[in-house]
């Protein structure tokens, strides 16, 4: 298994660009999630999904788009790239069920690091 | 989502153990309390987790107050390669982890 891979590794984008970051798992995890880290900071929560089709907002999703049209990929989108997006990203999985088993492991990409002018 | 209390940053020994402590003491009852860490320039990883027992697994153990307003990750050997920023993290069925800014650890050797 190749895990939770995302690409690119690093970033640089002008103000006002869009662009997509790329997340996929080979693992069959039904739980996807995009946290991003800015510096000296924990992790924050910008979208979530918990199977195809379904996705929802966490704690910062402005400026951020999701879909999920496969168990495998959880792209995030930056629909207008600012300055504040400046950040390491990363993407996570994990299975969805038996709360509180061992596969509640949530698995994390190696992050990519965006930072915008 | 509970509140967690960790010391900014502690400091071990190689081979000597390490106590990290976490109060979250607004923990509901359903919450399990998960560990993550998450080495230099590294996306985190698990460490382990539990809900009331005590837990052992092959990198840790996790030690739960009777309360469970608090815990304690117990490294048993510490070496350089656990130095890292460590993550008390209370979990819902909600799957979300929410991060605080954790505890540095400092391995010298």
């Known amino acids: 298994n190749a895990g939770v891979t995302q690409t690119p590794k690093f970033q640089v984008l002008k103000t006002g660009q869009s662009m997509t970051l790329q997340c996929a798992q080979d693992m069959n995890h039904e739980y996807m999630s995009w946290y991003r880290q800015d510096p000296g900071m924990g992790l924050r929560l910008i979208h979530y999904s918990v199977g195809a089709g379904i996705t929802d907002q966490g704690e910062v999703p402005n400026g951020y788009n999701v879909s999920r049209s496969t168990t495998e990929d959880f792209p995030l989108r930056l629909l207008s790239a600012a300055p504040s997006q400046t950040s390491v990203y990363f993407c996570?999985?994990?299975?969805?069920?038996?709360?509180?088993?061992?596969?509640?492991?949530?698995?994390f990409g190696p992050g990519t690091r965006l930072t915008v002018l | 989502d509970a509140k967690t209390t960790q010391p900014n940053s502690m400091e071990s020994n190689e081979e000597e153990p390490v106590h990290l402590p976490c109060n979250h003491s607004?923990?509901?009852?359903?919450?399990?309390i998960h560990w993550y860490r998450q080495l230099p320039s590294q996306g985190p990883e698990y460490v382990i987790h539990?809900?009331?027992s005590n837990v052992n697994n092959r990198m840790a153990s996790l030690a739960i107050a009777e309360d469970r307003k608090s815990s304690t990750l117990i490294l048993h050997r510490a070496t350089l390669r656990d130095a890292a920023v460590y993550y008390c993290i209370p979990l819902g069925s909600n799957y979300k982890l929410t991060f605080g800014k954790g505890t540095l650890l400092t391995v010298n050797p």
């Open positions: 539990g809900l009331t």
């Open positions: 996570a999985s994990s299975y969805r069920c038996f709360f509180g088993s061992s596969y509640n492991e949530q698995f």
């Open positions: 607004t923990i509901s009852g359903t919450d399990y």
